[in-house]
């Protein structure tokens, strides 16, 4: 995201994982997010899931049901941040799985996650 300082130059806006977070987290305040294993595989299955983000810490078997679901149904999934920051976020208990429910919330959260996993070293 570019935004222009006051002499008419564009200026880089660092996307850092609290940046991301902080996006979900008002995502989330807007009721357009839903977390577990159950309510987000049924929202896969309904089409009303729009991206999916999976804990890293989430059990490997749990993690390949989810991304096999959404690959089956073309819901883009992410693999990111751990289950205290994504329930942090949300203000819950820790959460392995969360879906975005909204098709705005989840392009900008897609674009930034994109833009987060590019500046993160391997």
């Known amino acids: 995201m570019a935004v222009k300082n006051n002499k008419?130059?564009?200026?880089?806006?660092?996307?850092?994982?609290n940046r991301v977070l902080s996006f979900i987290g008002l995502a989330a305040k807007a009721g357009?997010?839903?977390a577990g294993f159950d309510s987000?595989?049924?929202?896969?299955?309904q089409k009303t899931a729009k991206l999916v983000i999976i804990a890293r810490d989430t059990s490997p078997g749990?993690?390949?049901k989810?991304?096999?679901l959404c690959i089956k149904e073309h819901v883009p999934v992410y693999r990111f941040f751990d289950k205290n920051s994504l329930g942090d976020a949300l203000g819950k208990s820790?959460?392995?799985?969360v879906?975005?429910?909204d098709e705005n919330f989840a392009r900008?959260?897609?674009?930034?996650?994109d833009r987060l996993i590019r500046n993160i070293p391997e």
């Open 94 to 97: 820790p959460k392995a799985i």
């Open 62 to 64: 749990t993690a390949r």
């Open 32 to 34: 357009r997010i839903i």
């Open 108 to 113: 900008e959260i897609a674009v930034k996650m």
């Open 66 to 68: 989810i991304e096999s």
């Open 40 to 45: 987000v595989s049924i929202s896969i299955g």
């Open 99 to 101: 879906a975005v429910m």
């Open 8 to 17: 008419s130059q564009s200026v880089e806006i660092e996307i850092t994982p």
